[in-house]
């Protein structure tokens, strides 16, 4: 795992689609709290997309595309369960809640980009962290997301309102996690994308 190019991918992708990616994120959480995390799997599916493409082929994303995962709303629905599932994990003694989190990252992903069943994402993430071992994926979602948190809520303890930085968190993760499912998937390398670009702007 290549942790310094996938947070150079996702510097790229934000700075590039900043107003998408980033308030784009905002309302994305917030609608999702709204409906009580029934929406998650449409929300933030059509979401995950719009960065896999830009990823894979540079497609600027139109802030209106990011609700796009709502036509797809019965086949991304299902994730919700699968969100019910991972937090009574965490209730359950905490690891259970850990090792779901690991085993199913790619879920949504797999979901949305190879248009496959709940069952069968579930399935293809966990070999996959099998195959490419338990402990790096573990580490990847605490850079990304433990020590991060931590940190936001260590500094809102001083000054309370910037736990609103929460919020940015979102969408770097997704960027992240991102690249690492092209990576772990597909064998991507941002670089070769970016270097075709060159050539054809040339």
């Known amino acids: 795992m290549d942790f310094q190019k996938h947070l150079g991918n996702m510097y790229k992708m934000l700075k590039d689609n900043f107003f998408v990616f980033v308030v784009g994120g905002f309302v994305i959480q917030f609608l999702s709290s709204l409906s009580l995390g029934i929406l998650i799997g449409p929300l933030m599916g059509g979401y995950l997309m719009l960065m896999l493409n830009w990823l894979r082929r540079g497609e600027r994303p139109q802030f209106g595309e990011v609700f796009s995962g709502m036509q797809r709303f019965r ?97 770097l993760q997704c960027a992240c996690q991102a690249s690492l499912y092209l990576e772990q998937f597909e064998g991507f390398d941002s670089t070769e994308r970016n270097g075709a670009q060159l050539l054809d702007q040339g």
């Open 75 to 171: 086949e991304l629905f299902p994730v919700f369960f699968l969100l019910l599932l991972v937090l009574l994990g965490y209730f359950l003694l905490i690891l259970p809640g850990i090792l779901m989190t690991v085993w199913w990252m790619y879920v949504l992903f797999l979901m949305v980009d190879k248009r496959i069943s709940l069952a069968d994402a579930m399935a293809e993430s966990k070999a996959k962290v099998g195959e490419k071992g338990f402990f790096m994926h573990f580490v990847f979602i605490i850079l990304i997301a433990v020590i991060p948190t931590m940190i936001i809520n260590m500094i809102a303890a001083i000054i309370p309102p910037l736990i609103i930085l929460q919020y940015l968190l979102f969408p």
